[in-house]
């Protein structure tokens, strides 16, 4: 089991009064976790005290603002790799195929493809397979983190951290010039390629 991934994917859950009240375990756990660094894990941590600070409508708001407005931060993995397009479907019965086939039972209202669903799946499973489904997902998880550090918003150090994680090299924020607001022209811009596929090349698709 890997709880820093759990706690990973409680923090980008929808920030109501259970989730919050959970927050000093979760603090917990990321305090003790070996797999961050420094800079991490105080990223990390500012992001849990930002989400428990002041009234828990605030914390809401700040959340569906971010993630439920817009397709370049959407929290649903393969939204971004086929859209809304018949693929995604067939994309959704493979990717529970696979839960069920570990052990995991996808009891939430929540899609398969939801970023905290996948992180409490890959909770339960060893470093390597986790570490292994994270790269796949590096590109758009550099693209979620690129976003949100565009927006100053503390939630960047989750994809961040993920990216470490992953192997792969976190987003430059010194490199990612702030945004007053999110429009649709930078969603756009924002497009990356498939989450779980790796650029496209002559000799290789999507590994979806």
């Known amino acids: 089991m890997i ?7 409680a923090l980008l859950s929808y920030p109501d009064a259970t989730m919050r009240q ?6 917990d756990i990321v305090r003790a976790s070996p ?22 409508l605030a914390a809401e708001e700040r959340y569906v603002d971010l993630f439920d407005r817009g397709r370049a ?18 994309a959704m019965v493979e990717l529970k195929s696979l839960y069920g ?7 939430a209202p929540e899609l398969p493809d939801y970023l905290p669903v996948v992180l409490e799946y890959l909770s339960l499973r060893d470093m390597d397979e986790a ?27 989750v994809p961040q951290a993920l990216l470490v994680l992953a192997g792969a090299e976190p987003v430059d924020a010194a490199k990612i010039a702030p945004v ?6 930078l969603d756009r811009d ?7 596929a790796e650029p496209p090349n002559p000799g290789g698709g999507p590994a979806t």
């Not at 924002?190 to 779980?196: K, L, S, Y």
Request: charge should be negative.
């Open 3 to 9: 709880p820093l991934l759990k706690a990973f994917s």
């Open 190 to 196: 924002w497009a990356e390629r498939p989450a779980f």
């Open 101 to 107: 086939a570990a052990g995991y039972d996808l009891n």
């Open 131 to 157: 570490r292994d489904m994270l790269a796949d997902c590096a590109h758009i998880l550099a693209s979620i983190a690129r976003a949100l550090l565009a927006r100053q918003s503390a939630y960047a150090a």
């Open 73 to 90: 931060l959407s929290l649903h993995l393969f939204e971004h790799v086929h859209g809304d397009g018949r693929d995604r479907g067939t």
């Open 35 to 56: 797999l961050l660094g420094p800079t991490h894990r105080e990223a990390v941590l500012a992001l849990a005290d930002e989400i428990g600070a002041g009234e828990g």
């Open 180 to 185: 007053p607001e999110r429009t649709e022209t």
């Open 22 to 27: 959970a927050l000093p375990e979760i603090a």
